[in-house]
């Protein structure tokens, strides 16, 4: 009996206990480890992997749980990093569903940090009267719904601190799709109501706490640095064009000829045709959304597109200027397009061409396939079938020019 199809699963634990195929992505462990960096910010587009792979390193390292069931005959369990597995307090956030207004998105956020304290509420039964104080501050917050996000603003610290007393040991924070959150308050008008709150916290957390060991976040793009993260120079980030991580999200195409001949299928030029076209750092990656749902119902269709909301892209789109729009022109009519870009700055914060162009390379609706030096020039080549944002196929763009600063 062939193993089921994973599309759409998202928790890792359950991914390896019920009989699902897997693609081993394990080795992404190692590369964390290796790295060293203290706080890394992974941007991918939708449905490449992203929820499944913090699962994956938050179900290694947490020190209440035994794991070596869960990663036995992975590629982890060859490498000397094995001896780090449940060896660490381990705090995994979701901010997936932090969606709607401003009511409900802070209703989220606060909901899930009320469970993470439900979750330790073993670790709090020693605390000074000084913590006790702290301790009954947060809780207040988190349960009064009139509290607002930057009255909580050490909600995260101090559990943190708290872990470290608890176990004498660092924390290893997880935080999954971390930009959805201020996606929606730009998308609902409440931007900077929800912006300072929500800094603070994760400033607390990352860049002050003394009690973090390594912290990884994932995200469709890059809050601009000057805000959300303006003094947090421990952050390495890794876009599409970066090579760090980049195997790690999405198939690769042995990854997704093995896939599809274990479903008695092949990887045929209709399929890569319809599939591939994305390139992560130095590497050619499939769209796993994709290639799932194409193993699972047998038709080639574009799986991708009806994925999620493209109201991010409408509402950027619908303010761009004539430069972006002759450059959109260009692409439609030509299929390649030559232009500034910049990725690592989120568009809703800095309301530019290049930045536009570059919010639709980190939501995937264009590729990079080559990098030549670095100052942000991109030429680009309509291609892949896969996705489109208003009328814009997903294209296959060569860097010319990348700006990281």
Partial sequence: MKKRIPVGLKDYEKLRNENYYVVDKTLMIKDFLERGNEVTLITRPRRFGKTINISMMAEFFDITKNSKKLFKNTKIINTEYVSE???????????ADAKGDKDIVTKHIKSYFRSLYNDYDFIFKNLTRLETYDYETIIHGLTNEKIELKHISDSLAFLMRILEKYYNKKVMIFIDEYDTPFIEAHLGGFYEEIRDGLSSILHNALKTSTSLQYAMMTGIQRVAKENIFSDLNNLVVCTVKDPEYAQYFGFT??????ALEYYDMSLNSEVKSMFNGYHFGNNE??????VLNYASRKVLEPYWINTSSNEMIKKAMESSDDAFNRGYEELIQTGKLETLV??????FEMNSTSSLWGLLVNAGYLTISKIISNQGRLICNQSSKSGSAAGISKTNCTLFKSCRN
């Avoid at 195409?253 to 093995?258: I, P």
């Avoid at 990656?285 to 994709?290: A, K, L, T």
């Fill in 85 to 95: 597995m449940n060896q660490y307090p381990t705090v995994f956030i979701s901010f």
């Fill in 285 to 290: 990656i499939y769209d796993p959304w994709s």
């Fill in 253 to 258: 195409e042995e990854e997704t000829k093995e």
């Fill in 342 to 347: 910049r990725m690592e700055t989120s568009f």
